[in-house]
């Protein structure tokens, strides 16, 4: 098993730019899939992005593509998520999470960190 905290979450005005961390205590994240999701409340889980491979082969949902950036620091073994011309609809906890590398199924789960856009 292994333990995935996030990290980055804030309030930002509408227009402005947040970095999320996740950072993982067991296996290093090059032997994982790592996917950020994102919960609003009242809302279901919504799909971010996956990283299947690390290889920068990313896929985003539609509703972030050209604003939002997955990337991975393998020295540091963090993932980051560069969040770029935020919505107040980009409102929402986001949850790092992980599983078996080129799947998308999910293993683990981080806690969440909170995103808040104000207009």
């Known amino acids: 098993q292994v333990q995935l905290v996030e990290s980055g979450g804030g309030t930002v005005q509408a227009g402005g730019s947040l970095r999320l961390s996740c950072t993982t205590s067991?296996?290093?994240?090059?032997?994982?899939?790592v996917n950020w999701f994102r919960q609003a409340p009242g809302k279901e889980r919504e799909f971010v992005v996956i990283?299947?491979?690390?290889?920068?082969?990313?896929d985003y949902s539609d509703s972030v593509k050209g604003r939002f950036t997955i990337s991975r620091d393998k020295a540091k073994n963090t993932v980051y998520l560069q969040m770029n011309s935020l919505k107040p609809e980009d409102t929402a906890v986001y949850y790092c999470a992980a599983g078996p590398r080129g799947s998308s199924l999910v293993d683990y789960w981080g806690q969440g960190t909170q995103v808040t856009v104000s207009s």
């Open positions: 067991g296996r290093a994240f090059s032997n994982y899939a």
């Open positions: 990283d299947k491979w690390g290889d920068g082969s990313a």
